[in-house]
């Protein structure tokens, strides 16, 4: 079983930075990947980023100029910057842990930008 906890959310004015985490609990040993998710209200959940265990990161075409995924593999946790926030990155950011067998969610960490 794997535990996975986000923080670093909150309200942040447009134009500003933010780092999210995630920390990976219980057997994060058997963790192969980690990734972020994100849903706007009203709108479907998306992927905005994956990141190996050897440290290999994807993301989304559109995001890929503001967002940076990272980790910390002693600390089994995965971080994710974004910057020059907009309005529309307003959401529920969401952390999975994937063992290769299961993906393990987080109970999600708001972000509000503000104008």
Request: proline share 2%.
């Amino acid at each position: 079983q794997v535990q996975v906890t986000e923080s670093g959310g909150g309200v942040v004015e447009a134009g500003g930075s933010l780092r999210l985490s995630c920390e990976a609990t219980g057997s994060a040993h058997s963790i192969r990947l980690m990734g972020w998710y994100r849903q706007a209200p009203g709108k479907q959940r998306e992927l905005v980023a994956t990141i190996s265990s050897s440290g290999t990161a994807n993301y989304k075409e559109s995001l890929k100029a503001r967002f940076t995924i990272s980790n910390d593999k002693d600390k089994n946790t995965a971080y994710l910057e974004i910057n020059s926030l907009k309005p529309e990155d307003t959401g529920v950011y969401y952390c999975t842990a994937n063992t290769g067998y299961r993906n393990y969610w987080g109970q999600g960490a708001q972000v509000t930008v503000s104008v």
